[in-house]
């Protein structure tokens, strides 16, 4: 088995070739700039996605939007397909929403407080007059008593109207919550298959670091789709949506209660299990690559070719990499190992 740390430098031009960030950022840029598109993150997010991830959906939806689409026109889209620049900015809307409420309640409650504390003068003020004047005729003091009886009843109003307002502020702060929740369940999960998100696994790894035991005994298990990007062209994206899913499938019963599986790119896939060691986490990866091979096979026009799906993966250890990042990045590096050799398709970092 090749060691993959060794083999590293040697990887760098099939993973350029393979990410080509700088030449996907122009891209976007110039499509953005036709579209006389504002130069925001999330609406870099939102065009990467439909043009570097090949959603056929969202670029149908940004081509119905016209040559100049309107910002709120593309946000809409962006919380439609629950991208997580959008989904942050629908949180930050919720959030302000809530906080203006609040600031609304406050006030009216000082405005019933005010109610309050003039009826109590006014309580004060007839208790003084009736107690200090014995002569006073029945007339002046109906007249006292039906004075307090109007102020009682603006002081009752108003605790009604501030009652009635804080029910209906309740339910809409419910509400808010609900949709708080579902952003932030949104923002950590992938779309298409429902697994956690890279930004979900980055949560998980750095977890399994601050524990008091450390992260000892853990490895990190990345799986790339091999020639994915062809596969979409060949046969669209929506057959390469439902491979997507039947893998997520697969990986899903391939782990236990205490393991972790997330779908970090267009076409990878992570794995995190816990207490073993590189001998088991090798038997694991291989066992999950035969899978793959022996159960994921699509219908195809080309009589030559099987329509078998293959993978590569890396393993890595968390007792080689003192870091969350560090981690990462050696899985990779076996990964990029594992893509460069299609005769040993599951690399281990350091070995």
Do not use: W
């Not at 989904?87 to 609304?104: K, W, Y």
């Amino acid at each position: 088995m090749q060691n993959a740390s060794a083999n590293a430098n040697a990887l760098v031009p099939r993973e350029a070739a393979r990410a080509a960030p700088m030449a996907d950022i122009q891209k976007i840029a110039q499509h953005m700039a036709r579209l006389n598109v504002a130069a925001l993150p999330r609406n870099y997010e939102l065009f990467h996605e439909a043009i570097i991830g090949l959603n056929a959906g969202l670029a149908q939806d940004i081509a119905a939007l016209g040559s100049h689409p309107q910002q709120p026109m593309l946000d809409e889209l962006g919380l439609k397909y629950r991208l997580v620049g959008h989904c942050g900015l629908a949180g930050e809307t919720s959030r302000n929403e809530a906080s203006r409420m609040l600031r609304d309640v406050a006030e009216r409650l000082a405005e019933g407080l005010k109610h309050k504390n003039a009826f109590a003068r006014a309580c004060g003020t007839i208790l003084k007059s009736v107690s200090g004047h014995d002569d006073q005729s029945l007339a002046a003091f109906l007249s006292e008593i039906d004075y307090l009886t109007a102020s009682l009843s603006t002081v009752l109003a108003a605790e009604m109207e501030i009652g009635a307002k804080l029910l209906d502020d309740i339910k809409t702060l419910e509400t808010l919550e609900r949709g708080i929740s579902a952003m932030q369940s949104a923002a950590i999960a992938d779309r298409i298959t429902g697994l956690p998100n890279r930004i979900a696994l980055n949560r998980t790894i750095a977890d399994l670091y601050k524990r008091e035991e450390g992260a000892a005994g853990s490895a990190l298990i990345m799986v790339d789709i091999d020639n994915f990007t062809d596969l979409n062209d060949k046969y669209g994206t929506q057959a390469g949506n439902k491979l997507l899913k039947k893998l997520a499938g697969l990986f899903s019963k391939s782990v236990k209660k205490n393991d972790f599986v997330a779908r970090t790119e267009a076409d990878e896939f992570a794995l995190l299990f816990s207490n073993v060691g590189m001998q088991d986490a090798m038997t694991i990866a291989e066992r999950l690559r035969a899978s793959v091979e022996d159960n994921l096979v699509f219908a195809t026009s080309d009589k030559a070719d099987p329509g078998r799906l293959t993978i590569s993966i890396g393993v890595a250890l968390s007792t080689d990499a003192a870091t969350p990042g560090q981690l990462q990045a050696n899985a990779r590096v076996a990964l990029l190992a594992a893509q460069s050799n299609p005769r040993q398709p599951v690399q281990a970092f350091g070995r």
